[in-house]
């Protein structure tokens, strides 16, 4: 069983900043993909940021150039720097994390959530 719990969210004045954190924890025998999704009032989830196990990040273009996805693999941990933040990134945010594994011998993979922190930008 794996868990993931993530720091960081709160209330924040526009043009400010937030450092989100997303630690991964348990059984685990590997870890792909990691990520980070939002979610606004009324809207759909929509992706902002993932980073594979070797460092490639992609970012939303809504995010490009404002907010950074990092990774420590020795940690099993995934950050989101949050910088010059604009009220409409206000939101739940979510990490979610690709885990592998062995099953029957076959290599498998699964995604599992966080619990959601979060984000609010005032004007």
């Known amino acids: 069983q794996v868990q993931l719990v993530e720091s960081g969210g709160g209330l924040v004045q526009a043009g400010g900043s937030l450092r989100l954190s997303c630690a991964a924890s348990?059984?685990?025998?590997?870890?792909?993909?990691m990520g980070w999704y939002r979610q606004a009032p009324g809207k759909q989830r929509e992706l902002v940021a993932d980073?594979?196990?070797?460092?490639?990040?992609n970012y939303a273009d809504s995010v490009k150039g404002r907010f950074t996805i990092t990774r420590d693999n020795a940690k099993n941990t995934v950050y989101l720097q949050m910088n010059s933040l604009k009220p409409e990134d206000t939101a739940v945010y979510y990490c979610?994390?690709?885990?592998?594994?062995?099953?029957?011998?076959?290599?498998?993979?699964?995604?599992?959530w966080g619990q959601g922190t979060q984000v609010t930008v005032s004007s």
């Open positions: 980073i594979t196990g070797s460092g490639t990040a």
């Open positions: 979610i994390t690709r885990f592998g594994y062995r099953s029957s011998g076959r290599y498998e993979e699964y995604d599992s």
């Open positions: 348990g059984s685990i025998f590997s870890i792909n993909t």
